[in-house]
């Protein structure tokens, strides 16, 4: 099946290809479903570390692939293996998600070298986080969460489902979270970045659709954090 541009790109640049297969299929909420994998040995070339994604690829329905991101959860070096869990909307992989059960197989990518990803904690820790996401980007917000313990974080999390504001979230005793509703394209979370003012070495971690990410970018920035304290990539448009 065809690749297109993006398959193209990927060749160029001899990305690491991977199939897993899946091993359970668990929903979390009616929009949320958890999906564990077999890793085809890809934890031992790319180790775990927090927000931790691959590229998948999906059939869209017309003969091509499509490639998308996924942060890897849960994952076990030991057992090779790990989990992904799949924000339901519409689209080739949410529709992949909701129908795929133990024994499905799918290909995975991972540019060599860094892998796909390559994110770690800024040393020395900050000493505070702002954090920036929605449903896409929980999986990973959870993990930053784990790797920072008790360093304080302000999270703001977007939700468009009402079983959204049920999700888990790893928050500890110092983490301030607000759940916001989507409305008018991210308006009320693009308002909270506005009023978020940034303490001094603050790290930003924003992972939202992408002209909200680089709204609350530019926000940030207006507040003073410096271009190398925020790491800021959209996870879908
Ligand atoms: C590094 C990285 C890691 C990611 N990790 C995860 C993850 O762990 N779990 C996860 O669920 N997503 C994750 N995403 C987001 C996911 O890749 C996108 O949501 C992707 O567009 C879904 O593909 P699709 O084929 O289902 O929909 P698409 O074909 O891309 O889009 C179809 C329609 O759905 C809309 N849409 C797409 N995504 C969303 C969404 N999240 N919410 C609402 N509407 C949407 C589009 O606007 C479009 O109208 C990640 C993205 C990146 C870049």
């Known amino acids: 099946m065809s690749r297109g541009v993006e398959g193209f790109i990927m060749k160029a640049y001899r990305a690491d290809d991977y ?23 890809l934890l031992q070339n790319y180790p775990v570390h927090p927000t931790q994604w691959i590229r998948l690829w999906f059939d869209d329905g017309s003969g091509r692939q499509r490639q998308r991101g996924y942060t890897l959860v849960r994952q076990d070096p030991a057992t090779d293996s790990f989990a992904i ?30 892998g796909s990803s390559n994110f770690s904690i800024p040393e020395p ?13 929980l ?8 790797a920072i313990g008790d360093v304080p974080a302000r999270v703001c999390l977007e939700w468009q489902y ?21 409305v008018d394209d991210g308006r009320l979370v693009r308002e ?29 920035r ?16």
């Open 19 to 41: 199939t897993l297969t899946v091993t359970y299929v668990e929903p979390v909420t009616d929009k949320y479903i958890r999906v564990g994998f077999t890793a085809d040995g």
């Open 85 to 114: 869990e799949f924000a339901v909307h519409y689209g080739p992989a949410s529709v992949w998600a909701e129908n795929a059960k133990a024994g499905d197989v799918i290909e995975a990518s991972l540019l060599k070298g860094t």
């Open 125 to 137: 820790t900050p000493p505070e986080f702002l954090i920036f996401g929605d449903t896409a980007s």
């Open 139 to 146: 999986p990973a917000i959870n993990t930053l969460l784990d």
């Open 162 to 182: 009402e079983s959204d504001v049920i999700l888990p979230v790893h928050a500890h005793g110092k983490t301030e979270l607000t759940w916001l509703q989507r």
């Open 192 to 220: 909270h970045a506005e009023s978020t003012i940034p303490a001094p070495g603050s790290f930003a971690w924003i992972a939202c659709d992408g002209r909200t990410t680089r709204s609350i970018v530019k926000t940030l």
């Open 222 to 237: 207006a507040h003073g954090l410096a271009k190398e304290s925020i790491k800021a990539q959209a996870y879908w448009k």
